[in-house]
């Protein structure tokens, strides 16, 4: 009913499949700290997180989002980096995001989003993240634990 609501509230045409989706999504994201979803440019991925977000506002859930596109920006500002002269690590965009999800309460909960291409070359950086593990280890050496109320959206 809440997607529903959703949907008139934003000017969406209500699509059967589409509220299925968002119900498939919510389940996922209940059972896998990642959850990838694949279509083409412009067939309502980002629609489908959206709405599943307000749904869950409604129903007094709240869910942070973080939003980043991973190739549109070079892996040290992504993951961070080691200042070669001083030594002194910097935060990236997925680190700073990283620290700032784990800080909040268990009632909270945390979409990481990386809207965009999965590439080769950071997806790896989260391979630890996204096992059983749910731990990300920065280049720095630093460990972030993730809590079950964190998920990463592809």
């Not at 994201?29 to 990838?36: H, K, P, S, W, Y």
């Not at 070669?84 to 989003?113: F, K, P, Y």
């Amino acid at each position: 009913q809440a997607l529903l609501e959703t949907c008139q509230e934003m000017n969406l045409e209500v699509i059967e499949s589409q509220i299925r989706k968002a119900l498939e999504l919510h389940e996922q994201l209940q059972q896998r700290m990642g959850v990838v979803l694949v279509g083409p440019s412009g067939s309502g991925k980002s629609i489908v997180w959206r709405i599943l977000r307000s749904a869950l506002a409604k129903c007094k859930q709240t869910v942070k989002q973080y939003t980043m596109n991973p190739k549109a920006m070079p892996r040290t500002q992504l993951l961070g980096h080691i200042d070669m002269d001083t030594r002194e690590w910097s935060d990236g965009v997925l680190t700073n995001s990283a620290r700032q999800v784990v800080r909040e309460t268990i009632d909270v909960h945390s979409w990481i989003i990386c809207d965009g291409d999965i590439d080769p070359e950071w997806i790896e950086s989260l391979n630890s993240v996204l096992d059983d593990n749910r731990l990300l280890t920065m280049p720095s050496g630093e460990r972030i634990q993730f809590g079950p109320n964190i998920n990463f959206i592809f």
